[in-house]
């Protein structure tokens, strides 16, 4: 009886937790409709960078994320999984979904060592060579370290695969991949460690006619405080169309809770950009990342 209760209880977890998530959504579907021109809806999101983690799974069945993915009419999402194997299994339960990118942690602490561990290039090889992958990481690495040895492996590795590289990490670390390999394709995370207009250009002009992407995730506060979108932000955006993309990072269980409402944040900001320039950050360009176009 105690074990049919215990099993009882996390399904209905699971379920209210969905309900909770599908109704949240759908509330955020529409005030996302409402924020396009004369009631017409922006067009569909791709989240180009989130997590799904064992923390997430155990309340949030891949069922559960494709219904939130639905309600908050996001079509396509990057999906990084901590360990890597719930990257595939999401993948396989939403192919058309899901773009499985290999995360190489086993556990959080693994972020501030991996630079280190001389054994890592050859264990992402075997799992590479195991799985379906489209990208790689997201690899959080610094200045101080962007010399790694391990790091430059990866670079070479992703490269040679034909993978997008997700980094986050400081504009030195950039610099580096690009040094390592020119043709290398790189989405940089959250606007960088220095989330300026200033500071992002800078990198962008360095890197011009190469493959790299800037994400916006957790920066909506930055880009827009209080949803309205500030000039400098605007200016960035109108002047580098092609290398911006939207995303969510469902760095957490709460986060994936609040999906729907972080995506209608997104949604208000970029409908304040003119329709087709709104239309890249939120969809285009990450189609065209992932789709091996070049910015």
């Given at each position: ?36 021109t ?31 993915l ?9 999906i ?41 290039p ?80 800078a ?27 500030q ?41 304040a ?23």
């Amino acid at each position: 009886m105690k074990r049919m209760q215990r099993g009882w209880s996390v399904a209905a977890r699971r379920g209210a937790t969905a309900g909770l998530l599908v109704l949240g959504g759908a509330l955020a579907a529409a005030q996302a409709g409402a924020a396009g021109t004369e009631g017409t809806a922006l067009p569909p999101m791709i989240d180009a960078h989130s997590h799904y983690t064992a923390a997430d799974a155990e309340p949030l069945a891949p069922a559960d994320i494709v219904a939130t993915l639905d309600a908050a009419g996001v079509r396509r999402v990057v999906i990084s999984g901590t360990p890597a194997g719930l990257a595939q299994q999401l993948h396989r339960h939403a192919p058309q979904r899901v773009w499985p990118f290999l995360g190489v942690y086993a556990a959080d602490g693994d972020k501030a060592t991996w630079m280190h561990d001389t054994t890592l290039p050859s264990r992402v090889r075997a799992a590479l060579d195991e799985g379906h992958w489209v990208g790689l990481g997201e690899l959080h690495l610094f200045a101080r370290d962007a010399g790694s040895p391990v790091f430059a492996e990866l670079v070479r590795l992703a490269d040679a695969r034909g993978l997008v590289l997700m980094l986050h990490g400081d504009a030195e670390v950039v610099d580096r991949a690009f040094e390592l390999a020119p043709k290398v394709r790189v989405l940089w995370a959250h606007l960088g460690t220095v989330p300026e207009p200033a500071a992002v250009a800078a990198v962008l002009a360095r890197h011009r006619g190469r493959a790299l992407w800037v994400d916006t995730s957790v920066r909506d506060e930055r880009i827009a405080p209080g949803g309205v979108l500030q000039p400098a932000w605007r200016t960035l955006f109108e002047r580098h169309p092609t290398r911006f993309v939207v995303a969510v990072d469902s760095f957490s269980t709460a986060r994936w809770q609040r999906y729907g409402q972080v995506v209608a944040a997104i949604r208000t900001w970029a409908g304040a950009l003119p329709p087709a320039l709104a239309r890249r950050l939120l969809h285009d360009n990450a189609e065209a990342m992932m789709g091996g176009q070049p910015p």
